[in-house]
């Protein structure tokens, strides 16, 4: 099994999806139901269509995790303590007690985050894309709502955050400033791949009631891609330097 899946296009966007997939190679037993695969504790859900419609209606390439990150968060440092979770949202995640972290890093981390870095040097893009999703609330102590529909993500560099969030606040859409938490708490693949390397980046992230079919996907596809677009229109216009 390969870490990431690439879809082709000519965009100078580059869109990831670190949750892309609830998979598990057969060599591997989390020791967890089946039914918990399905949870978001597995996979984003909806993240994966939301990307690949994105890529569709930009014309931009796309990078997909194909693995669960009950196997390994790819968007963790690989020095994170929950880089391989032993529990997630309150669910025991017994068979990664016995984990080799090495093994997993070299295997499914390390490649996941050279496809990236790769793709940038070669395609050089002006815009890094990252799609998520987020629960209407946590399971874990029955957490509060969320009222977001769209959070973007941003740690030191909030020049496309700064464009994105009045565009979706004009469209209508309930949108959450570093939120359902901080990118400057969680943004390690951005942190990683836009920041180090001085590109402006969106961190998207879709509450996953809203995408879990495909009516939804292509509504919320659509209107990102229009909002991607201006935004990456306006950093070319105006230059903006990281702020």
């Known amino acids: 099994m390969t870490a990431a899946h690439f879809i082709d296009g000519a965009a100078d966007i580059l869109i990831l999806c670190d949750h892309a997939s609830n998979a598990v190679p057969s060599d591997i037993d989390l020791g967890i139901a089946p039914a ?27 990078i997909l995790a194909t693995i669960s990150r009950l196997v390994i968060d790819l968007n963790r440092e690989p020095d994170s303590a929950g880089l391989i979770p032993h529990i997630s949202d309150g669910h025991a995640i017994p ?15 390390a490649p996941y985050h050279r496809a990236i870095a790769d793709t940038i040097r070669a395609r050089r893009p002006e815009l890094l894309v990252s799609v998520h999703s987020f629960t209407p609330r946590l399971e874990q102590h029955d957490g509060p709502s969320r009222p977001w ?19 979706l606040e004009a469209a209508g859409v309930v949108t959450g400033d570093n939120e359902p938490y ?10 990683r791949h836009a920041e ?34 201006d935004v990456r229109n306006s950093l070319a216009q105006t230059g903006s330097p990281a702020t």
């Open 36 to 62: 918990l695969l399905g949870k978001h504790i597995a996979v984003d859900i909806g993240a994966a269509a939301v990307s690949e419609a994105l890529a569709v209606y930009l014309g931009a390439p796309a």
């Open 196 to 229: 180090g390397n001085g590109i402006p980046y969106l961190g998207i992230e879709l509450r996953n009631d809203l995408i879990s079919d495909p009516a939804g996907v292509a509504h919320w596809a659509q209107l990102l891609a229009s909002i991607v677009k």
């Open 182 to 191: 901080s990118g400057r708490l969680l943004n390690a693949t951005m942190n």
């Open 95 to 109: 068979g990664n007690g016995t984990a080799d972290r090495a093994e997993r890093i070299a295997r499914f981390h």
């Open 149 to 167: 529909e769209i959070g973007i993500l941003y740690n030191r560099d909030a020049r496309a955050a700064r464009l994105g969030i009045p565009l």
